[in-house]
């Protein structure tokens, strides 16, 4: 039975990183189980507890150590200028592997062309202390007003230019929005109460989940192979193979065979495997990863 102080309290994000989240979570080997009326999943692991916390409040909760650790986005907690630990980076988001943006954004027909141009204007924005700060840096005076929402139909009735997340810009085009500049490129962070981490169980707690977490983001973007190979075909195939480090070879009970197994990009595997085969390899197999441990 685990003492009180072997608890790890963890922050799951609720919202548009929930579920790429939880799936990233199993695949790191946590099993999580999520009722839809409650805000506390339980893990597998009786020695983490969790709750889902909206990622824009998450670091003032680890700071303030209401929770040990969180996952949330760079720009929450820039925008909060939270004192927190960042014990991991993890390229991850609602739609795929690329950084989110917070860019400023105005109507196709604005006569606002670059940052000058918002000298005295309106914004709406979810970001406000952040895009307060960083139009002061660049000598910029402008009125920024919290938006609760649907941000994007604001301009140009009831704001000159908004400060709007994109992670593809399809929403910005389909209402009509044009991008002036990108103020910032966010990841998703993994961060720590900063007495937390002087905790030495918490750390080394912190520190293996991490590990898993980025283990299993390495493995999403990789792909094994297996292969059969014979004696004169071994210099050729290996020579279109780039792994990890080096392929594993092993020689095959038939003499004069190997077998060849490999870890790499998924998404040269499609023109690979038809080359592996037309320079003399078969049985060629090919099987997803579930974590990717350098």
């Known amino acids: 039975m685990n003492s009180k102080k072997n608890i790890l309290k963890l922050g799951l994000p609720k919202g548009s990183l929930q579920e790429s ?24 692991d009786p020695e983490i507890q969790s709750m889902l916390i909206r990622a824009q409040e998450m670091a003032r909760y680890v700071e303030d150590g209401h929770l ?16 927190v630990v960042e014990v991991a980076e993890l390229r991850y988001a609602k ?48 009125e ?17 230019a908004i400060v709007e997340l994109t992670e593809t810009g399809t929403s910005l085009r389909a209402n009509n929005l044009r991008i002036v500049e990108t103020m910032i490129e966010s990841t998703t962070r993994f961060i720590a109460n900063k007495k937390a981490w002087q905790e030495r169980w918490k ?6 989940i991490a590990l898993l977490l980025r283990g299993a983001l390495a493995a ?17 195939v290996l020579s279109l193979l780039s792994a990890m480090h080096s392929p594993t070879v092993s020689c095959l ?9 490999v870890v790499t990009d998924e998404r040269i595997v499609r023109d690979l495997i038809p080359k592996l085969k037309g320079a003399g390899a078969s049985g060629i197999v090919e099987y ?3 974590k990717v441990i350098p």
Not at 21 to 44: E, M, N, Q
Not at 72 to 80: A, F, K, M, P, S
Not at 203 to 208: L, S, V
């Open 68 to 83: 040990d650790c969180g996952l949330t986005g760079r720009d929450w907690v820039l925008e909060q200028n939270a004192d």
């Open 95 to 142: 739609e795929g592997f690329r950084p989110v943006r917070w860019v400023i954004a105005v109507p196709t027909d604005s006569k606002i062309k670059s940052l000058k141009d918002l000298e005295g204007k309106r914004i709406a924005t979810e970001l406000v202390g952040f895009t307060k700060r960083y139009l002061r840096s660049k000598g910029i005076r402008a």
């Open 220 to 236: 999403e973007e990789k792909v094994g192979l297996k292969m059969n190979v014979p004696k004169k075909s071994f210099k050729r």
């Open 288 to 290: 997803q990863l579930n």
């Open 21 to 44: 989240t939880l799936r990233l979570f199993k695949k790191a080997g946590y099993h999580i189980s999520v009722s839809t009326r409650s805000y506390y999943p339980v893990f597998d």
């Open 203 to 208: 750390k080394q707690k912190m520190e293996n």
């Open 253 to 261: 009970s038939d003499t004069g065979w190997y077998a060849i197994d």
């Open 144 to 160: 920024v007003d919290f938006s609760w929402g649907a941000t994007e139909i604001k301009p140009p009735f009831l704001a000159d």
